[in-house]
């Protein structure tokens, strides 16, 4: 059983530039999320695909959006970024997004804006 | 409304004395809860998750949490604490309002262990 990957492991771009994130689900999983946790703090749910489909979404505004493929592997896209979207981007996979599955989460993108 | 409050942002216990987190919750249906540890430079791992079955739940590496819906709290415990736990812990909520799995992380606690 394959586990939940993300690449790139780091990555430093430019205020204003855009970047795409990738996720691969644990195999039978059909539900991703993302999360982004900034330094020091709890994990902050960014949006959850459900087999290709967004279906729920947090607190995150527009220029963060995402794609699921009928592998269920995801991108986290963020256009426009600013120095506040420095953190660890995590993704997390689950089977059917119902509420008493774990998530299994990937180890994460630590993304650095300057 | 889905949040979760873990009391403190750090704790310390010596080696082989028992740890204690807390954490409370709040949630408008009924949630399924989660303990998850992350090590440093490493990724979140599931200690364990109450989904309404047993009120106390066991999970990995002796660590046990019990879900007290009267006191909505869902506290970590472990009789004796080994080097190795030094971790952060999250508290976590999981519900499903409007179709899908709407999940909120606590603050953390971050675990130290004194030898």
């Known amino acids: 059983e394959t586990g939940v990957t993300q690449s790139p492991t780091h990555l430093i771009k430019t205020r204003g530039q855009q970047v795409t994130l990738r996720c691969s689900s644990q195999?039978?999983?059909?539900?991703v999320s993302w999360y982004q946790q900034a330094l020091g703090q709890g994990p902050q749910f960014i949006f959850q695909?459900?087999?290709?489909?967004?279906?729920g979404r947090g607190n995150f505004p527009p220029r963060f959006s995402g794609l699921q493929f009928p592998n269920y592997s995801s991108e986290l896209n963020v256009n426009a970024l600013e120095l506040d979207d420095s953190a660890l981007y995590l993704c997390?996979?689950?089977?059917?997004?119902?509420?008493?599955?774990?998530?299994?989460f990937g180890p994460g993108t630590r993304l650095t804006v300057t | 409304a889905q949040s979760v409050t873990q009391l403190d942002s750090h704790v310390s216990v010596s080696e082989g004395t028992p740890v204690l987190l807390r954490c409370n919750y709040s949630?408008?249906?009924?949630?399924?809860l989660f303990w998850y540890v992350q090590h440093p430079n490493k990724g979140l791992q599931l200690l364990l998750k109450?989904?309404?079955?047993?009120?106390l739940v066991k999970g990995i590496n002796g660590f046990e949490a019990e879900f007290k819906k009267s006191e909505t709290s869902f506290h970590l415990t472990k009789p004796s604490a080994h080097m190795s736990d030094a971790a952060e812990y999250f508290c976590?909520?999981?519900?499903?309002?409007?179709?899908?799995?709407?999940?909120?992380f606590g603050t953390g606690t971050k675990l130290q262990v004194i030898p």
């Open positions: 997390a996979s689950s089977l059917e997004g119902l509420a008493q599955r774990e998530q299994y």
């Open positions: 195999s039978g999983h059909n539900t």
């Open positions: 695909y459900y087999r290709e489909e967004e279906n």
């Open positions: 949630s408008s249906y009924s949630p399924s």
């Open positions: 109450y989904t309404s079955a047993a009120t």
């Open positions: 976590v909520v999981s519900d499903r309002p409007g179709g899908y799995q709407k999940v909120t």
